[in-house]
């Protein structure tokens, strides 16, 4: 059913939540994860318009997603990753466009109607670009 997970990370602690899931999932089903951060720092942002360095931000993205990677690796799993750069929800609907992925896997936050609405969020600005069945698991409340 399932052949390719992308999972969105943002390099926090929510990220621990959705990868218990899917490493689960693709373990299942046999299926690739990949993985992807998108830097929306303003060098992020700019970087190909004003031809930039990537910063020190990006590479310590960079860095994340590979222990990530490695971290799955180790569990028996088939992983890539990804750092994108921009606006979150349109970065993540177009690499997994691009990269042909079956599932968008990411963990949410579990915040109210109005503060979603004050807010936003990258996961519901995705179900509205996005033609890919989306995966959503509620990261557990930050602890005290």
Known sequence: MY???????????ADAAILTHVGGLAKLLGAQVLLLHVADGWAARNMEQLNLRESQEM???RAY????SQELRQAGIDVDAVLGAGDPATEIAATAEREKVDLIAMATHGHSLLSDVVHGTTATALRHVSRIPILMVRAPAPGP
């Open 59 to 61: 590479k310590e993205d």
């Open 65 to 68: 997603l590979e222990r990530m």
């Open 3 to 13: 052949k390719r997970i992308l999972v969105p990370l943002e390099n926090g602690p």
